[in-house]
């Protein structure tokens, strides 16, 4: 990429041959025997925690140093407006794999486990030959964090190769596992050891169609980067969203700052992933996505973190180069989000779509083909989280002109993007816009019903706060959450 940081189970096999009953006889030859010229295109997605689409110099950034990603969007797809569904860690990646929202695959929450039961792309792309791999931060195992071992098997998802943890943020000294119980630590920013695995990963597969994500931790807080990258970035001499609050504990300058020295350390990470594809002759037949599970407030409305209806919240980057098909240079403003990501990549695959996916296929809308996309995007926040200052679950729908979102018993915020980008003017309680309140107020609702949605998906337990669903056991629901807690009255926590 040449790009320099300092210039810018049975009866799952089942389910899983059940969701790709069309399989080819192309795809049942083993990988290493189908010639080149007719391989199916391999697909790459890196995945990093926690970056907002705002923090791009593609995206219009003028402090944000990303040679390596902006370079990767020059030679395929921008697409200006992607958005997580439930842009919080676990519940945004289950919607990534499954091509379903979080109310369907049961990932209501932080923490949980991943139902077995659910399909992933990876196990659907396995079935048809594919290479798989995770390397980084899995976060969909629930449970202890740590130490973070996820045995091989169905805890996997369909994952073959592993260089990964549940949960931990320790950027300096990450641990990972490979398919025994022994961590490996290493004692480098996590974001290179990531890039090492993901060579290994390349060099080791050969030819054969891959399916490969690399999930580094960074730039989710704490933020850090190595001193080279600190270095980078005066925090005095910053350019603030017209949003930003002065104050905001979690959103200072020092921490901007900070934010963006490990995106830049990030970004040189991608470049040498990126370079390395490219060298091993794999660069025109793989589709490499680059996006984030959600994004951060950092200040931004006097709020930090994420789970908010806020665009420093929900959207995030939408990257996609693939020379033999896309190309090079082009943006769309269509409406994309994680839940249209696995049956779109299973599409451009030329892998069937199971019947269970919610998420639309934007094939051609990657291809150029069209540039509508869905009308809008539907939100969730299924449970409160003191910790980030989420007081209410609430839904939300995005337009391509406005955002709307409502906790169950109260309208909450109304935006019109065209004329105020920065979501300064809430417009909830203007008498003057009653009536386009009402309007996306019934969309909403409609899309929901659509979706199989409703408030019955509202917990307001506060089982995201004090660890109560990673500290002692290991749940897949709520309920279970619940059940576990009225027989452990001296361990659960309570308010």
Same mark, same amino acid.
């Given at each position: 990429?040449?790009?320099?940081?300092?210039?810018?189970?049975?009866?799952?096999?089942?389910?899983?041959?059940?969701?790709?009953?069309?399989?080819?006889?192309?795809?049942?030859?083993?990988?290493?025997? =189908?010639?080149?010229?007719?391989?199916?295109?391999?697909?790459?997605?890196?995945?990093?925690?926690?970056?907002?689409? =705002?923090?791009?110099?593609?995206?219009?950034?003028?402090?944000?140093?990303?040679?390596?990603?902006?370079?990767?969007?020059?030679?395929g797809l921008l697409c200006r407006t992607m958005f997580a569904n439930t842009p919080v860690c676990c519940p945004a990646r289950a919607v990534l794999m499954t091509g379903r929202y979080a109310h369907q695959n049961g990932m209501v929450a932080n923490d949980l486990r991943l139902r077995d039961s659910e399909t992933t792309i990876?196990?659907?792309?396995?079935?048809?030959?594919?290479?798989?791999?995770?390397?980084?931060?899995?976060?969909?195992?629930?449970?202890?964090?740590?130490?973070?071992?996820?045995?091989?098997?169905?805890?996997?998802?369909?994952?073959?190769?592993?260089?990964?943890?549940?949960?931990?943020?320790?950027?300096?000294?990450?641990?990972?596992?490979?398919?025994?119980?022994?961590?490996?630590?290493?004692?480098?920013?996590?974001?290179? +050891?990531?890039?090492?695995?993901?060579?290994?990963?390349?060099?080791?597969?050969?030819?054969?169609?891959?399916?490969? +994500?690399?999930?580094?931790?960074?730039?989710?807080?704490?933020?850090?980067?190595?001193?080279?990258?600190?270095?980078?970035?005066?925090?005095?001499?910053?350019?603030?969203?017209?949003?930003?609050?002065?104050?905001?504990?979690?959103?200072?300058?020092?921490?901007?700052?900070?934010?963006?020295?490990?995106?830049?350390?990030?970004?040189?990470? +991608?470049?040498?992933?990126?370079?390395?594809?490219?060298?091993?002759?794999?660069?025109?037949?793989?589709?490499?996505?680059?996006?984030?599970?959600?994004?951060?407030?950092?200040?931004?409305?006097?709020?930090?973190?994420?789970?908010k209806p806020w665009e420093e919240s929900t959207r995030v980057p939408g990257i996609i180069r693939y020379p033999a098909r896309i190309a090079a240079g082009r943006t769309s403003n269509a409406l994309v989000s994680h839940v249209d990501l696995a049956p779109t990549l299973l599409a451009l695959t030329d892998a069937p779509v199971?019947?269970?996916?919610?998420?639309?296929?934007?094939?051609?809308?990657?291809?150029?083909?069209?540039?509508?996309?869905?009308?809008?995007?539907?939100?969730?926040?299924?449970?409160?989280?003191?910790?980030?200052?989420?007081?209410?679950?609430?839904?939300?729908?995005?337009?391509?002109?406005?955002?709307?979102?409502?906790?169950?018993?109260?309208?909450?915020?109304?935006?019109?993007?065209?004329?105020?980008?920065?979501?300064?003017?809430?417009?909830?309680?203007?008498?003057?816009?009653?009536?386009?309140?009402?309007?996306?107020?019934? =969309?909403?609702?409609?899309?929901?019903?659509?979706?199989?949605?409703?408030?019955?998906?509202?917990?307001?337990?506060?089982?995201?706060?004090?660890?109560?669903?990673?500290?002692?056991?290991?749940?897949?629901?709520?309920?279970?959450?619940?059940?576990?807690?009225?027989?452990?009255?001296?361990?659960?926590?309570?308010?």
């Amino acid at each position: 990429m040449r790009c320099n940081s300092s210039d810018a189970a049975s009866m799952r096999a089942f389910v899983v041959l059940a969701a790709i009953s069309g399989l080819s006889a192309r795809a049942a030859a083993p990988a290493s025997e =189908q010639p080149a010229a007719t391989r199916p295109p391999s697909v790459l997605i890196i995945l990093p925690d926690e970056w907002r689409a =705002q923090a791009l110099g593609c995206m219009g950034n003028v402090d944000v140093r990303t040679p390596c990603v902006d370079k990767l969007a020059s030679e395929g797809l921008l697409c200006r407006t992607m958005f997580a569904n439930t842009p919080v860690c676990c519940p945004a990646r289950a919607v990534l794999m499954t091509g379903r929202y979080a109310h369907q695959n049961g990932m209501v929450a932080n923490d949980l486990r991943l139902r077995d039961s659910e399909t992933t792309i990876a196990e659907i792309l396995a079935a048809r030959g594919y290479r798989t791999g995770f390397i980084g931060k899995w976060h969909l195992d629930g449970g202890p964090r740590m130490p973070g071992f996820v045995p091989p098997g169905p805890r996997r998802q369909g994952f073959q190769f592993w260089a990964a943890n549940e949960c931990e943020h320790n950027h300096f000294h990450p641990s990972y596992f490979r398919d025994d119980p022994r961590p490996i630590v290493d004692n480098r920013f996590e974001s290179e +050891v990531w890039a090492d695995r993901a060579l290994e990963f390349l060099k080791s597969t050969g030819d054969a169609p891959f399916f490969l +994500v690399v999930a580094p931790g960074p730039p989710h807080d704490p933020y850090a980067a190595p001193p080279k990258y600190m270095k980078m970035y005066d925090p005095d001499a910053l350019s603030l969203r017209p949003n930003w609050v002065a104050g905001t504990p979690g959103g200072s300058r020092r921490d901007l700052a900070a934010y963006y020295a490990a995106i830049t350390a990030v970004d040189e990470q +991608v470049g040498r992933i990126v370079d390395a594809l490219d060298a091993g002759g794999r660069r025109d037949d793989t589709i490499v996505v680059f996006t984030s599970d959600h994004g951060d407030m950092l200040g931004s409305h006097g709020s930090i973190l994420k789970r908010k209806p806020w665009e420093e919240s929900t959207r995030v980057p939408g990257i996609i180069r693939y020379p033999a098909r896309i190309a090079a240079g082009r943006t769309s403003n269509a409406l994309v989000s994680h839940v249209d990501l696995a049956p779109t990549l299973l599409a451009l695959t030329d892998a069937p779509v199971p019947a269970a996916m919610s998420g639309s296929n934007l094939a051609d809308v990657v291809l150029g083909r069209d540039d509508r996309g869905p009308d809008a995007v539907l939100f969730q926040i299924l449970v409160p989280f003191d910790g980030d200052r989420t007081p209410l679950p609430w839904r939300g729908i995005r337009t391509k002109t406005h955002m709307y979102a409502r906790t169950k018993d109260n309208a909450w915020v109304l935006y019109d993007l065209e004329r105020d980008p920065y979501e300064l003017h809430n417009l909830i309680d203007d008498p003057a816009s009653a009536a386009l309140r009402q309007k996306l107020d019934a =969309q909403l609702a409609e899309l929901m019903a659509r979706r199989g949605d409703s408030w019955k998906y509202t917990w307001m337990d506060k089982v995201e706060d004090r660890g109560r669903l990673f500290r002692f056991e290991t749940f897949e629901t709520i309920e279970a959450y619940r059940d576990w807690a009225r027989t452990h009255p001296n361990l659960a926590p309570r308010d």
